[in-house]
């Protein structure tokens, strides 16, 4: 959402109000910081272990009571996160004007992101404007009964997000970033799904260590998630690999870094198929689904689950075919989630809706 706020800031008539609920809270204040946003409001509520249950409950009673203190114009929610679900409730409730940006996706599996694809499902249900990042996610909302004129296709901010940053992002501030050789090979190594915890994380895991073997003068670098059970088990399957770096979460612009610097990426993550369009890097998407096959159709990313036969086929490929390795031909001039123009896009509907109301 930074990018998005920054574009009301220069907004003549809209002034942001940002919201933070603290879901994760080390995770989200870097960013911010990066983009030099301070929210008005953190309502802290990250606890430890917490709780799908508890987060939801605390986050709709906090939302709501700043917006009953606020009364804004407009609600703005992102994504597919339980705080994106239970703020769109907490809008709902008191019938405020809500939009959802990076609305209409699906991967029509009830389960498949879990939590997030009932999350967004339920923010698209509940809100009255829709900024749907491409066609796809267009015509999901239309066929689902959303009102066609209030459903205004943007791209996806997290692509205006990444080009306003990567002309910041030169070298890592990371240390552990620093052992890599500079002309070596990359793999970055991203799983933080929950229905990637357990024995499926110990399959990418088993994987890479093939992987690692095949290709002796590639290095690994591994963000692993701060869940202790997913740390173990990064820990007991590649913590004798020394050409793995296992880190702790990157901060946004080592994360960005970390993707450019990349000849191949293995990820659950839905943004990463979306920000590899633009930086042209191999992706392997270790799920089934995805509610982002326009990253598959674009030849940027391929779906290859948790089966480590398939993800070592695949990489075999892509390490030395590229791009070609994954789809058999270079990606288009177009890349499906935008170029960089949504953030602009959602705060001129907003404003045409203020001005339209104020005569």
């Known amino acids: 959402m930074a990018p998005v706020i920054l574009k009301l800031r220069e907004s003549a008539s809209l002034a942001p109000f940002v919201l933070a609920t603290g879901q994760h809270t080390g995770m989200m204040r870097q960013p911010l910081d990066f983009f030099g946003i301070e929210p008005d409001v953190d309502l802290a509520l990250m606890k430890e272990s917490q709780s799908l249950d508890y987060i939801t409950s605390k986050v709709l009673e906090g939302v709501g009571k700043v917006l009953d203190e606020l009364r804004p114009f407009f609600v703005l929610v992102h994504g597919d996160t339980t705080t ?48 749907p990042p491409t066609e796809g996610a267009e015509k999901n909302l239309i066929k689902e009964g959303c009102d066609p004129s209030r459903v205004i296709r943007t791209g996806n901010t997290v692509i205006d997000a990444l080009v306003l940053a990567t002309s910041k992002v030169t070298t890592p501030c990371c240390g552990d970033l620093s052992s890599i050789p500079a002309k070596a090979p990359v793999m970055l190594l991203t799983a933080h799904r929950r229905e990637s915890w357990g024995e499926p994380l110990r399959r990418i895991c088993t994987a890479v260590r093939s992987i690692m073997k095949e290709n002796p003068d590639l290095w690994a670098i591994v963000p692993m998630h701060r869940n202790p059970e997913v740390r173990k088990v990064f820990h007991d399957i590649l ?13 946004y612009p080592d994360f960005i870094w970390a993707m450019k610097r990349s000849d191949l ?93 104020m005569r």
């Open 84 to 131: 994106t679900m239970a703020s769109s409730l907490a809008a709902f409730y008191r019938r405020s004007r809500l939009g959802h940006v990076e609305a209409g996706l699906r991967s029509g599996d009830l389960f498949l992101p879990f939590p997030e694809e009932l999350n967004r499902m339920i923010s698209d249900r509940v809100a009255g404007w829709w900024f």
């Open 239 to 251: 913590s004798d690999e020394s050409r793995v770096v296992l880190c702790d979460p990157l901060d």
């Open 265 to 357: 990426i293995l990820t659950d993550s839905g943004g990463v198929q979306e920000e590899t369009t633009i930086l042209k890097v191999p992706t392997l998407v270790m799920r089934e689904l995805t509610e982002r096959p326009e990253a598959v159709d674009y030849g940027t990313s391929l779906l290859v689950g948790t089966d480590p036969e398939r993800i070592l086929t695949a990489a075999r490929r892509a390490l030395e075919y590229g791009l070609e390795g994954l789809s058999g031909g270079q990606p288009g001039k177009n890349p499906p989630f935008g170029s960089g123009e949504a953030s602009d896009r959602i705060v001129k509907t907003i404003e045409s809706l203020f001005l339209k109301e």
